[in-house]
């Protein structure tokens, strides 16, 4: 019995009104990214979390309410690009806004293309061109996958 009074005090001193299950964010700072905590303070670090979360297989980091981190998008690594195939890439990337809690308000731009390697196109990888709308302001940043 006294270890449910001693659990029960511990969830009555959270703040539950912060923690979305299965988003990387439970507060206002503090970001979960590969089991580690880290801060996120910036737009280079929230840049540095999108990049993150992109490159994780959905459902690939273990942990309680982790199942859902990370994207689908590389589900799509090796496939030719075609217009299709970068449609479908833009749906996988906007459903990972909801990773951000409150951080991220929309990805107002997203640019698929072939990257270009000395003159010639690679049909295999993706050059993925993001303008973040977000607590920090807008940005736009490069990633390849």
């Given at each position: 019995m006294e270890y449910q009074n001693r659990i029960q005090n511990l969830k009555s001193q959270q703040n539950v009104e912060t923690f979305?299950?299965?988003s990387i964010s439970f507060n206002e700072e503090i970001l979960i990214i590969d089991d580690d905590i880290s801060y996120d303070q910036?737009?280079?670090a929230l840049w540095s979390s999108i990049c993150n979360?992109?490159?994780t297989p959905l459902g690939a980091v273990n942990g309680v309410g982790m199942e859902r981190?990370?994207?689908?998008?590389?589900?799509l690594r090796g496939v030719n690009m075609n217009y299709h195939?970068?449609?479908l890439a833009k749906v996988y990337i906007k459903d990972t806004i909801s990773q951000y809690q409150?951080?991220?308000y929309s990805f107002d731009e997203i640019k698929i293309s072939n990257p270009t390697f000395n003159g010639m196109k690679r049909?295999?990888?993706m050059k993925i061109t993001l303008?973040?709308?977000s607590i920090y302001g807008r940005f736009t940043r490069t990633l390849y996958i």
């Open positions: 979305n299950d299965g910036d737009a280079e979360v992109l490159r981190f990370g994207s689908r998008l590389l589900e195939i970068a449609e409150n951080r991220v049909g295999d990888k303008t973040v709308n």
